[in-house]
């Protein structure tokens, strides 16, 4: 029995990376973008260049700079997850990404991931490009808030320790979210925020490529 409690203790000390999707893991700018204009019957065309500046906003931002009304947010964000999966075919991951997630899981990080977007088009995209099994927990549809509830629900429902969690998310609102449940958190600057937003809102780690997300990772066990 006390073997058994010992190798608990040790299990409960794992490190372990929680990541979010879209604009995280996935680059889904093109499908938010072209999404968000039907749905605020916005014709206009965007230049390369006016595109690299709406990709610095939240996705919040983005609904209303495109036109979408403030009392639709909700309903709009719940129908993009449910039709989001008949276009999953043309998400792709970052370069660099599905690289970050091997390392990380084949150097014995617990990979999960808590996001706004459904179960379903998260497991469709992590299976189509050979990610799926890297990951020992999904959770879908935190809604525009829930996020930081989700990581707490993983930190209970999986024995994590705060210490050695890391929330890796590209919004000021991940930021938070990493904040509220008392994990550390990571931004990243290649999803949707501006990243001098994201510097000022001080996360323990700020990644400009996908490979620094190891490096910070594994350089935080060493201080």
């Known amino acids: 029995m006390k073997q058994r ?4 203790g040790r299990a409960n000390r794992r490190k372990a990376v929680i990541f979010d999707f879209d604009g995280t893991i996935a680059d889904s700018f093109v499908y ?12 206009q065309t965007y230049s390369i260049a006016e595109q690299k500046t709406l990709r610095q906003m939240s996705m919040k931002r983005l609904a209303l ?5 403030v009392w639709r947010l909700p309903l709009v964000y719940f129908k993009g997850r449910r039709v989001m999966r008949a ?6 991951p970052f370069a660099g990404m599905p690289q970050v997630i091997a390392e990380l899981h084949a150097a014995g990080y617990q990979l999960f991931i808590a996001s706004a977007n459904s179960g379903k088009n998260i497991r469709h995209l992590l299976k189509g490009q050979g990610l799926d099994h890297y990951f020992k927990a999904i959770r879908g549809g935190s809604g525009y808030t829930g996020k930081a509830s989700f990581i707490r629900q993983m930190l209970i429902r999986y024995r994590l320790s705060k210490d050695l969690t890391w929330y890796v998310g590209d919004e000021t609102s991940d930021v938070v979210a990493a904040s509220a449940a ?28 996908p490979a620094d997300i190891v490096r910070i990772v594994d350089d935080s066990w060493k201080k």
Request: charged share 20%; with cysteine; proline share 5%.
């Open 87 to 92: 276009h999953m075919e043309h998400v792709q």
């Open 32 to 43: 938010v973008l072209n999404f968000l204009k039907a749905e605020a019957g916005n014709m």
């Open 5 to 8: 409690q010992q190798s608990r």
């Open 65 to 69: 700079h495109i036109g979408v009304p």
């Open 182 to 209: 008392g994990v550390r958190c990571l931004a990243v600057t290649w999803g949707f925020a501006d990243p001098k937003s994201l510097k000022e809102m001080e996360p323990e780690g700020l990644a400009s490529k």
